[in-house]
């Protein structure tokens, strides 16, 4: 049988690269962590890690082991978290990893309301984009992940995570407040001709794709996920950009104008790991988040 602090040693060092970094994460003493690393590859009976100069690399065992044990380690966690949860909502703990805009908006409302309705839940926040918010999550690192998608599915292993929609949010073009334009405000193609402001990752593809159904190919000239400096270069002159509600709801600039984009939608979900029924706190804050979501938006 594997034994599950060997294999949170092993985890933590394929994430740190090194016994003697992950001894520190885990507050262990480095022989320590050397003998767990053994008895492990005994038990299993193949070699998991290679000494690589001061630090390891795994081995394909190693990363087929590490893949499984954070599975195991998240469902552990979720399973403890269950059983601490049968006590009641007088105490109680959510992790959550949310995206930026997200975090200034939805979030602050739901957890005020949970802190008001059940003040014994602690609420513990993270910002995180979408897909390592999905990994922290499947790690048992946080108890939910607010996380968003267009069209294109989130990448990384979906198993045994259950998601509830919260909200399709609209899709803005944001253009330089006192400028004209040669065609409709709410159509790319008239933007065709102009440099743009890109995202994240995943919205820079997200971003491509619309404007090649529009007819082009952006030209993309800066490049931040951060939604406010986005407005402030667009307000500048610098380009325009594509901005999701959310962001516009958590801080609009004075200098840009937004224009909705026809059938734009990006939608808002909340994932956790494990089937139905999640834990008490985390369903109560679930409960609080889907109220905050129905509530108007605007931009």
């Not at 380690?73 to 805009?101: I, K």
């Not at 808002?268 to 109560?284: C, F, I, N």
Request: overall charge negative.
């Amino acid at each position: 049988m594997l034994d599950l602090t060997r294999l949170r040693v092993l985890v933590a060092v394929a994430r740190e690269g090194s016994v003697t970094a992950a001894a520190e994460s885990l507050h262990y003493a480095q022989p320590s962590v050397s003998h767990h690393l053994a008895k492990l590859e005994a038990e299993v009976g193949v070699v998991l890690v290679r000494r690589v100069g001061r630090g390891v690399l795994l081995t394909d065992a190693g990363r087929l082991l590490v893949t499984r044990a954070e599975e195991i380690l998240g469902q552990v966690e979720a399973a403890q978290a269950e059983l601490a949860a049968h006590a009641g909502l007088g105490t109680g703990r959510v992790r959550l990893a949310a995206f930026p805009s997200a975090l200034a908006t939805l979030v602050p409302t739901a957890a005020a309301r949970l802190a008001a309705e059940h003040p014994g839940v602690e609420l513990a926040l993270s910002e995180a984009e979408p897909p390592e918010a999905l990994t922290a999550l499947r790690n048992g690192n946080v108890d939910a992940a607010l996380i968003f998608d267009h069209d294109d599915p989130l990448p990384g292993d979906r198993r045994n995570t259950t998601t509830t929609p919260l909200l399709q949010e609209a899709m803005y073009v944001v253009t330089p407040a006192d400028a004209t334009w040669p065609g409709p405000r709410a159509e790319l193609s008239t933007y065709a001709g102009e440099n743009w402001i890109a995202g994240c990752e995943r919205c820079r593809t997200h971003l491509a794709s619309i404007c090649a159904r529009a007819g082009f190919a952006p030209r993309i000239t800066f490049e931040t996920d951060d939604y406010v400096a986005v407005q402030a270069l667009v307000a500048a002159g610098l380009g325009v950009g594509v901005l999701p509600g959310l962001a516009l709801r958590a801080h609009r600039h004075p200098g840009v104008r937004t224009d909705r984009l026809p059938g734009e939608r990006r939608r808002v979900s909340l994932a956790v790991y494990g089937r139905p029924p999640a834990a008490l706190p985390v369903q109560a804050f679930t409960t609080a988040l889907t109220t905050a979501a129905t509530e108007p938006q605007g931009c």
